[in-house]
Every structure is written in C-alpha cells, then in structure tokens.
C-alpha cells in the first residue's frame, strides 16, 4: 500500500482564523514532507521531518506551524493566513534514504 | 542552487501518438522522479530513475546520469495522458535520511480524441 492521505480535501478560511491540515500514511516511512503548490506552478517545499524531528524549514513564515506527533501523522497548523496563502498544499512520505517520495491527494486552501 | 528544465513547455497531441519530454539538470543528483499531475491535483508516481531504463506499459523513462538529462517517453498516448508531468531531482549529497525535491517548471500535455 503507497497511500498518503491528506484531510480536508478542501478548507475556506478566514484571515483571523485557525485550522489545522492533517496528513497521515502507514507504509513505514521516516521522512514526511509538506508542500505549497501555487495555480500553474510546481510543488515547493516547506518542510521536511526525518524521525519525527523537524530536518528542514524553508524559511517559511511563522503563520504555518507544523508538528509532527508521532512517525505515522502529519500536521501543519495554519494562522493569520493571508490571500495569496492560497494554493494546493502536499503532503508526501518517503523510506529513509535517497528514495522515491510519495505524495497524498492534497488540500486545497482558500484564505477569504 | 540546481537547475531544472523541462521541454517542451506545453504539448498537444492527437491519441495514438507517441512523445518524449526531457528533463535536464545542472548538477548530480541523488534521485530523479518523473510524476504526472491529474486535473485534480494528485501527484501520481511514474519512475523513481536517478539511472538506467525502466518502463512500465506505454511509459518508459532513461536518465542519463553522467550527461545530466532524463527522457520520459509516452507511446500511444490517450485522453487520459493529459495533465502536467513533472520531473523532479534531489541534489543534496548527504541527505540525512531524506529527500530534498526540486521540481521543474513541468510539461503540460493535452491530448485530443
């Protein structure tokens, strides 16, 4: 099973609002990994967990938060978001090693 | 930073035609992944190919890891081919366990009955 899943699907939110994108996969991978996807552009990474740990933060600004609680999940907490926030965010996983990154369906965010 | 180029940029082609994109970049990689990205935004995994030949039906893909390139071959291609493929590389030498993907800019493919 190469299954990611990704909750909501789909997520409307204010400016003054708080939510939260939830991401999980049970293949038995170490490394997780989110991703911002603007309209006709590629994938861009935000940040990578390797054991649990956060590895990498691509100097996102601090208004996205993301934890990882356990080896299996994967959340990324979302607050004072701005418009153009707006965009198709990933979730993938991968074994440890230079190996093949698998991704969820996505969710698509909307800042009103 | 690596560079990643994909051509052709856009592609429309009639079904039953055949195609190849390339993917060039600038620096060795540790891992090269070829996806095609569906109308509804889900990243499907086509080759894992830092090297070599694979092919899986109508696909089939070559990197050409000393020349710095890949090539995604599409054969008999079908509406549902249609979407964006993206190539995407990790340079990083040591990786720490993990993958850093850079993606190219991606080819958009339509494909007409």
């Known amino acids: 099973d190469t299954e990611v899943t990704q909750t909501p699907k789909h997520l409307v939110m204010g400016m003054t609002n708080k939510k939260s994108l939830k991401c999980e996969q049970h293949m038995g991978h170490r490394a997780m990994y989110w991703y911002k996807q603007k309209a006709k552009k590629p994938p861009e990474l935000m940040f990578v967990?390797?054991?649990?740990?956060?590895?990498i933060n691509e100097s996102v600004p601090s208004r996205f938060s993301p934890e990882c609680p356990n080896s299996s999940l994967l959340n990324l907490h979302l607050h004072a978001l701005q418009p153009e926030d707006s965009a198709l965010y990933l979730c993938?996983?991968?074994?440890?090693?230079?190996?093949?990154?698998?991704f969820g369906p996505g969710t698509r965010l909307t800042v009103t | 930073g690596i560079q990643v180029e994909q051509s052709p940029p856009d592609l429309i082609l009639q079904e039953g035609a055949n195609s190849t994109l390339r993917c060039n970049f600038s620096d060795s990689v540790n891992n090269l992944q070829w996806f095609h990205q569906n109308p509804w935004g889900q990243l499907i995994n086509l080759f894992y190919?830092?090297?070599g030949t694979k092919q899986n039906g109508r696909l089939s893909a070559t990197t050409v890891a000393t020349e710095r390139y890949s090539l995604l071959y599409i054969s008999s291609s079908q509406t549902t081919d249609s979407g964006v493929y993206f190539c995407a590389v990790d340079p990083t030498r040591f990786s720490g366990g993990y993958n850093k993907l850079i993606f190219g800019a991606g080819t958009r493919l339509a494909v007409h009955p």
């Open positions: 190919i830092p090297s």
């Open positions: 993938a996983s991968s074994p440890h090693g230079p190996y093949e990154q698998y």
């Open positions: 967990y390797s054991y649990e740990k956060l590895s």
